[in-house]
């Protein structure tokens, strides 16, 4: 079990109703329509889906992806904090503390890539507006990142990919 992650770049809202199992449908036809995705904005993190809306379904010009464990997820999503420049602030997690630098970030309000290290690591749609925020940021630390190198800076040019593409008018979704 893991996060699976998709992006979109170039979407386009599809008109559509939804039957009584929640299935999109034509509004006139009642036919099923095909899409790409369908927008679940996590209410937990508010303003991360700008620009697209709530359970609404799209279609996309074109798409990437990835997976990850939850694990291995919340640990690269650590060192993505320190390599922020996040402080190492105290955590506890089922009665054990530990000094984590995402939890530096998680008592931020703004910063770099704070949208994705303060954001769902299962459920959410985060849209073209802090994707290209988001892109921004992976851009301006790519050479920090690279001189990590391994095994977090090959996961770091995959959520680039990510981000880049959403900032095109797309979105990123976490299922």
């Given at each position: 079990m893991g ?24 509004p006139?036809t ?5 899409y ?7 209410p ?14 799209y ?5 990437c ?20 420049g996040y402080?190492e ?7 054990i503390?530990?000094m ?17 290290i303060?954001?769902?690591d ?12 988001l ?41």
């Open positions: 996060l699976d992650i998709s992006a979109f770049s170039g979407i386009e809202k599809v008109d559509c109703v939804f039957d009584e199992d929640g299935d999109a449908i034509h006139v009642r036919a099923p329509i095909d790409d995705v369908r927008v679940y904005a996590n937990d993190f508010p303003g991360r889906a700008a620009g697209v809306e709530d359970r609404a379904c279609v996309g010009k074109d798409s992806g990835l997976s990850t464990g939850y694990g291995s997820y919340n640990a690269w999503r650590n060192e993505l904090a320190k390599l922020a402080p602030t105290r955590q506890v997690n089922y009665g503390a530990e984590r630098y995402d939890a530096g970030a998680w008592l931020a309000t703004s910063g770099p890539f704070w949208e994705l303060n954001f769902s299962c459920e959410g749609t985060i849209g073209p507006v802090v994707s290209a925020k892109a921004k940021d992976f851009a301006e630390f790519e050479d920090r990142a690279k001189a990590v190198g391994g095994h977090f800076y090959d996961r770091y040019q995959e959520w680039r990919e990510a981000f880049d593409m959403a900032a095109n008018s797309g979105l990123v979704r976490f299922h």
